[in-house]
């Protein structure tokens, strides 16, 4: 398993907006395009270190940000 | 040359309006939130970012429910075409721009009723007629913020609460005051607010917006047109997600990116001492029109219960001759007619002729409105 986790998100609206908050908070996150073998969205997802998967969504959830699924990179 | 016209829209545009419009095609010119590559995810930054800025302007809670139109024009259609049903019934002012008039009298024939307010001919309105206008069908009340033609402003907030008492919401065309005059949407009670960025938001053309307040039940605003996203792609239904439902299309980056510049250049210049300064600009122009013999001057003639917007009419002249003798003669451009609103100008007496309007706006200078001031005279006497 790698060392990141991604985030996919209903619009990218919520995708920038995450990213923008989590940066706020100095989390190393990166906007990449949705990875085929999770979505066959055409839009973006947030990348982020599995290790902080769960203070990462703890600032969502608190921010009430709407996420769609949260998974583990092979 | 003197440009008396910003009602229509605001020129010259400040240059850090056309400075991020250039920029944002050379610094960011993907398709936001399409291709996933870094150009793209820049465009949807910046479209973010301004997302954030018209949120935060007019106090709005959610910068997910600022939805990104091509004008007011377009958001007053996606309210009200997606809003009412047949069956509902509408209350509006006599003050509407046909921004409003004409989605409301097309959804007139498909069954909706229509009551309209009548308004004073100085464009003020009575709240009590607001409240007698109310029925228990209700389901929307629509009023313009200030009028285009004689620039009074209406009592939105005491509107409002009228709507909310008897169940029914209101949406609120902004287009004059609109980075003009301050909004706060949940202090004034706005569920509905439509605006248009190339007036006194001083943004180009082809960007405007609709602001959903948080008491909008989104699943019975259905969206105007539907289509991609960038969102939700495996599906061949519209997504129901704030901004997208309502955003189908690659969007007008280089509009949002010249209206965020704009909402900047507002702020850093203060909303309010704009205000003051096109106050100031108004009254001279009231004070120096009124004096004239054979000018007549239309609405409330008091700064600061309007905007910047004065109308006249010349006696014994048409108002296109005046028009066209102050650009021809005087080099002062303004606008004359019945300015997209009928109902306005049948409210004041001045339909179907239509008055003169100048409209100084945020650049004006008082030596542009004296000029103006003095060419009018000159018209009269010959
Ligand atoms: C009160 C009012 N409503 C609507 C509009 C239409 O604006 P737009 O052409 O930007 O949609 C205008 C300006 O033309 C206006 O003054």
Known sequence: MSQYGVILFFTTSSAIQSEKMLLKESFAVKLIPVPRE???????????????????????VEAKVETDSVHRLP | MIYMDNAATSWPKPPEVLRAMTEVLERAGGNPGRSGHRLSIEAARVIYDVREEVAQFFHAADPLRVVFTANVTHALNTALLGFLDSGDHVVVSSMEHNAVMRPLRYLEQQGVFLSIVPCAPDGSISLQDVAEAMTVKTRLVVIVHASNVIGTILPVAEIAAIAHSAGALILVDAAQTAGAIPIDVQAMGIDLLAFTGHKALQGPPGIGGLVIGAGVDVARLHPLMRGGTGSQSELEVQPEYMPDKYESGTPNIVGIAGLGAGIRWLKHRGVDAIRDHEKMLTNALIDGLSVIPGVKLY???????SMPVVSIAVSGKRVSEVGQRLDDEFDILCRVGLHCAPSAHKTIGTFPEGTVRFAPGALTT????????KAVERITRS
């Open chain 1, 38 to 60: 999770l979505s066959s969205d055409c839009g973006i997802a947030l990348r982020f270190d599995w290790d902080d998967m769960e203070r990462v969504t703890l600032v969502l």
């Open chain 2, 299 to 305: 609405g409330i003639g008091d700064s600061g219960r």
């Open chain 2, 366 to 373: 008082l030596d542009e409105v004296q000029q103006t001031i």
